[in-house]
C-alpha cells in the first residue's frame, strides 16, 4: 500500500502535521486547556460531563465533536475520492481550512469558544483530507495508531520479519513533524497568544492557492488525476 505513494505525499503530510501540531498547541495553551486536533479526549470530556450531569458540558463537547466531524462530511464532498493523486480539488480543502483557523482567532481572543468548533472544523478538513490511499491510513492531527504502527514495525524487526522502511520513514516524518509543530506552537502562542493561529492559516492557504494554481496551469495534469 504504501509503496504507491507519490513522492509529494510525505512532504505534504509532514506539512500538515506541523500545522496540526501548533493548532493543538494553542488548544492546551489557551483558556480551555484541551485538544483541537483530535476527539479521543474530547469524546472522554464528553463522557465525563455527561456523568457529571454538566449540561453545560456536554453541549460544548459535543460540539466540538459535531464540528470536527462536519469538517471531514465537507472533505469528503469535496475530494470525492479515497486516493490520494494530484489533480484532486486538495486547494479547495486547504484554503476553507485556512479561512476556519483565521476566523477562529477573534473569536478566541473575546473568549468565544465558536473559535473552538471553528478550529476543530478545519481539523476535521485536515484529516479526512489525508486519511487514507489505496487502504494505507495516514493520519496527520493524531498520533496514537501511527505510533501503535511503528511499535509493531519495531517488534517485527525484533523477531527478524521484514518491514517497510518506506511506511516507517513516512510515519516516524509524520510524528517528528507533529512535535516540531508544536514546540513552534508554543513558542509563537507565548508571543502572540492567539493570533499565533494566523500561521497554520496562512500556510494552509498558502498551499492551497498555489496548488490550485499549479492545477489550473497544468490542465492535463488535473485531468489525469481525475
Same mark, same amino acid.
Given at each position: 500500500?504504501?509503496?504507491?505513494?507519490?513522492r509529494?505525499?510525505?512532504?505534504g503530510?509532514?506539512?500538515l502535521a506541523?500545522?496540526?501540531g501548533?493548532?493543538?498547541?494553542?488548544g492546551?495553551? !489557551?483558556?480551555?486547556?484541551q485538544?483541537?486536533?483530535?476527539?479521543?479526549?474530547?469524546t472522554?470530556?464528553?463522557?465525563?460531563?455527561v !456523568?457529571?450531569?454538566?449540561?453545560?458540558?456536554?453541549?460544548?463537547f459535543?460540539?466540538?465533536i459535531?464540528?470536527?466531524?462536519a469538517?471531514c /462530511?465537507?472533505s469528503?464532498?469535496?475530494v470525492q475520492?479515497?486516493?490520494?493523486?494530484l489533480?484532486?480539488?486538495y486547494g479547495v480543502v486547504?484554503?476553507?481550512?485556512?479561512?476556519?483557523?483565521?476566523?477562529?482567532v @477573534?473569536l478566541?481572543?473575546?473568549?468565544d469558544?465558536?473559535?473552538?468548533?471553528?478550529a476543530?472544523a478545519?481539523c476535521g478538513?485536515?484529516?479526512a483530507?489525508?486519511?487514507?490511499?489505496?487502504?494505507a /491510513?495516514l493520519r496527520t492531527?493524531?498520533?496514537?495508531?501511527t505510533?501503535?504502527?511503528?511499535?509493531?514495525f519495531?517488534?517485527?524487526?525484533l523477531?527478524?520479519l521484514?518491514v517497510?522502511a518506506r511506511r516507517?520513514?513516512?510515519?516516524?516524518?509524520l /510524528?517528528l513533524?507533529f512535535l516540531?509543530?508544536?514546540?513552534?506552537?508554543?513558542?509563537?502562542?507565548a508571543?502572540?497568544?492567539?493570533?499565533?493561529?494566523y /500561521? @497554520?492559516?496562512?500556510?494552509?492557504?498558502?498551499?492551497?492557492s498555489?496548488?490550485?494554481?499549479y492545477?489550473?496551469?497544468?490542465p492535463q495534469r488535473?485531468?489525469a488525476?481525475?
Amino acid at each position: 500500500m504504501f509503496a504507491k505513494l507519490p513522492r509529494w505525499v510525505l512532504g505534504g503530510g509532514a506539512l500538515l502535521a506541523f500545522v496540526a501540531g501548533i493548532v493543538n498547541a494553542c488548544g492546551f495553551l !489557551g483558556v480551555q486547556h484541551q485538544g483541537i486536533t483530535h476527539l479521543t479526549g474530547t469524546t472522554t470530556l464528553l463522557g465525563i460531563a455527561v !456523568g457529571g450531569r454538566d449540561v453545560a458540558g456536554v453541549l460544548h463537547f459535543a460540539a466540538l465533536i459535531g464540528a470536527f466531524m462536519a469538517g471531514c /462530511v465537507a472533505s469528503g464532498a469535496i475530494v470525492q475520492d479515497s486516493t490520494l493523486r494530484l489533480g484532486r480539488r486538495y486547494g479547495v480543502v486547504l484554503v476553507i481550512e485556512g479561512v476556519l483557523l483565521a476566523l477562529a482567532v @477573534p473569536l478566541l481572543v473575546r473568549g468565544d469558544v465558536s473559535g473552538d468548533y471553528l478550529a476543530s472544523a478545519a481539523c476535521g478538513l485536515q484529516n479526512a483530507m489525508a486519511s487514507t490511499y489505496s487502504g494505507a /491510513v495516514l493520519r496527520t492531527t493524531h498520533f496514537s495508531g501511527t505510533l501503535t504502527d511503528l511499535g509493531i514495525f519495531l517488534g517485527h524487526r525484533l523477531r527478524g520479519l521484514p518491514v517497510d522502511a518506506r511506511r516507517v520513514r513516512l510515519l516516524l516524518s509524520l /510524528v517528528l513533524a507533529f512535535l516540531c509543530g508544536a514546540v513552534a506552537g508554543t513558542w509563537l502562542f507565548a508571543r502572540l497568544g492567539y493570533a499565533a493561529l494566523y /500561521v @497554520p492559516a496562512a500556510a494552509t492557504a498558502a498551499i492551497g492557492s498555489v496548488y490550485g494554481v499549479y492545477q489550473h496551469l497544468h490542465p492535463q495534469r488535473r485531468r489525469a488525476g481525475g
